[in-house]
């Protein structure tokens, strides 16, 4: 199984600035076939980006995924208040399937 | 556009059996994707259940033993079965499109008490 390791645990900045989250595999995700997600309380998880660095459908140029084999990240460029949310990777390169922790985005 | 619905039981007694329906439109479950459920315990984070497609299913090994996923081309329904239910499988459930999923459905809460 690969065991996703999210960092940091929580973020907190201000509009504007630039945020980036980690997301290290265990070992290396097959085609680097890695997701992310951005989770609002009370709502499912919305899909942001696939295959590492593509971003789904309506999601903002300012989202932006990088990475290959073990370490990933995502890079909101320009914080928007509606950017609050936790932040989730996933790897689907091989099963199981595996979630990382979670990282909170907080905007002051 | 695709659209995923989850329906099922808000409140499972120990040890019975949980059932839940997801009901897909705007994309048929006899197609190319796979679809999954995948579940989060309150204030935690989300948990892959398994995977169905059109020629098999993966579990979760954490899982496995209780679990069991079907697909129902006749409704473009896919279903989800989970035995011996205990405290800890208190969550919302979520089916979902894919596996790196794109379209997800708003999620079940399904709490676990007698």
């Known amino acids: 199984e690969i065991v996703m390791t999210q960092s940091p645990g929580t973020l907190s900045m201000s509009p504007g600035e630039r945020a980036t989250l980690s997301c290290r595999a265990s070992q290396s995700v097959t085609s680097n076939y890695v997701a992310w997600y951005q989770q609002k309380p009370g709502q499912a998880p919305r899909f942001l980006m696939y295959?590492?660095?593509i971003r789904g459908a309506g999601i903002p140029d300012r989202f932006r995924g990088s990475g290959s084999a073990t370490d990933f990240s995502l890079t909101i460029t320009r914080l928007e208040p509606e950017d609050s949310a936790v932040y989730y990777c996933q790897q689907y390169g091989s099963f199981p399937l595996t979630f990382g922790g979670g990282t909170k985005v907080e905007i002051k | 556009q695709v659209h995923l619905q989850e329906s099922g039981p808000g409140l499972v007694r120990p040890s019975e059996t949980l059932s839940l329906t997801c009901s897909v439109s705007g994309s048929s479950i006899s197609g190319p994707y796979y679809w999954g459920w995948i579940r989060q315990s309150p204030g935690k984070g989300l948990e892959w259940i398994g995977t169905i497609y059109h020629s098999g299913t993966y579990y979760n090994p954490s899982l496995e033993s209780r679990v069991t996923m079907s697909l129902d081309t006749s409704k473009n329904q896919f279903s989800l079965n989970l035995r011996s239910m205990t405290a800890a499988d208190t969550a919302v459930y979520y089916c979902?499109?894919?596996?790196?999923?794109?379209?997800w459905g708003q999620g079940t809460m399904v709490t676990v008490s007698s």
């Open positions: 979902a499109r894919g596996t790196g999923y794109d379209i």
């Open positions: 295959n590492v660095s």
